[in-house]
């Protein structure tokens, strides 16, 4: 059943429809899988199409189900080039395929995959060697190249045919991104009229906001005003909106920032600053395109493609083995925790991740079932708001800040996860589902980022980690202030060797016990 969103203007009752989605949930991904699949198939083709023109050889021996023995040696090398090539390409976003697009900028993705892709087959072909069998094979150079042309040919013709099929679902209506205009101006008219005029764009205006409650308009180009700034989460929510675009210079970021605040976790949703606004703009953005407009895209991580590629694939390499390694630990916690006290074995809470998005985060259950948090809270109000003095659960020598003094909810067993960190092992699987990073600024509760001051919030312009500088700097040791210097210090100077410093000063942090400080 169609959801619908209602809202009282002037007497009026006014009434919009989530925007419909006119297939199944199931067939994007499973387009997403078939053109995944196809591109496996084309990757393994090119290569074995420019051995044989190069060589004049089949790839297959005709006595047996096997490689011929003329292409044994290059074996190895096309089985990596499936890999090699999808990767390059879901690097390159080649697989999304929601929001707009253009043809030249499509070619030029392609080819940026195409190219590293080669090279990335050239260094393994140097390194692998084709294995001991075939240290002393000499690989002919003009494979690789003949390989690159195909391949480029092959995956351009490919999927340039498949955004064209794509325009034509979009101006049947179909995939077409639910998106709501904030602002009733020149620029929200620009933006609609662009948008309403090219489908193929793959936008869907469901309803515009204003920014004031006093703006008395009721529909724009045909698309109805539906409510005010305040009201946008709930719109959010009930219409299922994926793209919000602003075209209203008088909202401010911190404003931004609360609404953001209020959408929860749940919710997936790009903002962008139509093109008047730039002088506006934060710190973390992308230029993108929506047709004729320039658009902004907000909340973009600090660091590069390049870095956000080497940070993620870093992440997920060290949170497969640490699980791996760990396992045993997990085993051993968890049966002491049932043994312990009543309740599940982990414990999940909401923390405020990357602007300001919400997420479940995973814990071992360090304490009492249902316990209340409203102690917590009041202790984490007084450390934000800079008073050292009652914010302090230790002493002058040995201050804790963060922390309940003699926490009676924290159960006997949890004592000692919490003293060796090992309450923070499932927080892997958080960083393995992309909400967490190895390193970062520590994830706050959405009370603590309530209580936050402006430039506070500036530590959310990155993933949290499980470990950072607070956690080799002093951890719980430090008022809330140094702490986010030091998050601030980390995310203006993040490099991996930076990363790799910070994991390894952590361990003997946790060897230490200063988990339980």
């Known amino acids: 059943m169609t959801a619908v969103a209602t809202e ?9 429809k989530r925007a419909e989605n006119q297939m199944p949930k199931w067939i994007l991904p499973s387009v997403k899988i078939a053109i995944i699949a196809i591109d496996a198939l084309l990757a393994f083709a090119c290569f074995a199409l420019a051995f044989t023109l190069r060589e004049g050889k089949p790839i297959l021996s005709k006595t047996a189900w096997s490689w011929s023995k003329a292409f044994l040696p290059y074996a190895g090398v096309v089985i990596f080039a499936i890999p090699a090539r999808i990767t390059t390409l879901a690097y390159q976003r080649v697989y999304r395929f929601q929001g707009a697009f253009s043809y030249v900028a499509e070619a030029i993705k392609i080819f940026k995959a ?11 072909t140097f390194l692998f060697r084709g294995g001991f069998a075939f240290r002393e094979f000499s690989y002919s150079r003009g494979v690789f190249l003949l390989d690159f042309v195909l391949a480029l040919v092959a995956f351009t013709t490919f999927h340039l ?3 064209y099929v794509q325009t034509l679902f979009r101006k049947r209506g179909i995939n077409l991104i639910p998106t709501l205009v904030v602002g009733v101006g020149k620029d929200a008219k620009n933006t609609i009229r662009e948008i309403i005029e090219n489908p193929e764009l ?4 469901v ?4 920014v004031n409650q006093d703006e008395k308009k009721d529909r724009i180009i045909g698309i109805p005003v539906i409510g005010n700034l305040e009201d946008l989460p709930k719109f959010i929510r009930e219409l299922e909106i994926q793209e919000v675009i602003i075209t209203d210079d008088r909202i401010s970021t911190e404003r931004l920032f609360e609404v953001m605040m209020q959408i929860g976790r749940k919710q997936r949703v790009e903002f962008r600053f139509a093109p008047s606004l730039f002088n506006l703009m934060p710190q973390k953005t992308s230029i993108e395109q929506i047709g004729v407009l320039p658009m902004v895209r907000l909340f973009c991580e600090p660091l590069s493609e390049t870095e956000r590629f080497v940070k993620r694939s870093f992440d997920i390499l060290v949170s497969a083995l640490a699980v791996l390694i760990t396992l045993p630990i997990w085993l051993i916690a968890a049966i002491l925790i049932k043994l312990d006290s009543r309740g599940s074995v982990f414990f999940k809470q909401e ?8 997420f479940l985060c995973y814990k071992f259950r360090t304490m009492q079932a249902d316990a209340d948090e409203s102690i917590h809270r009041e202790v984490y109000k007084k450390n934000i708001a800079g008073l050292i003095a009652e914010a302090n659960a230790g002493d002058h020598k040995k201050p804790v800040f963060g922390k309940v003094k003699d926490d009676p909810r924290v159960t006997r067993v949890g004592k000692y996860l919490r003293r060796f960190s090992i309450d923070e092992l499932p927080q892997f699987l958080n960083v393995l589902k992309g909400e967490m990073s190895i390193v970062g600024p520590r994830p706050p509760i959405p009370y603590e980022v309530e209580e936050y001051k402006p430039w506070h919030r500036r530590r959310l312009d990155v993933k949290p980690g499980i470990t950072g500088l607070w956690q080799v700097s002093g951890r719980n040791r430090l008022p809330f202030e140094e702490m986010v210097k030091l998050d601030l210090y980390y995310i203006e100077n993040w490099s991996l060797w930076l990363d790799l410093k910070i994991i390894l000063l952590t361990i003997p942090a946790i060897l230490r016990g200063d988990g339980a400080r």
Not at 8 to 16: A, D, L, M, P, T
Not at 114 to 124: H, M, Q, R, V
Not at 351 to 358: A, L, W
């Open 351 to 358: 923390r405020v991740g990357m602007d300001g998005r919400i």
């Open 8 to 16: 009282k203007k002037e007497g009026k009752k006014i009434e919009v």
């Open 114 to 124: 195409t190219a590293i892709g080669s090279l990335l087959l050239i260094a393994f």
């Open 207 to 210: 309803g515009i906001v204003s």
């Open 161 to 163: 045919t498949i955004r």
């Open 202 to 205: 793959g936008y869907k205006i």
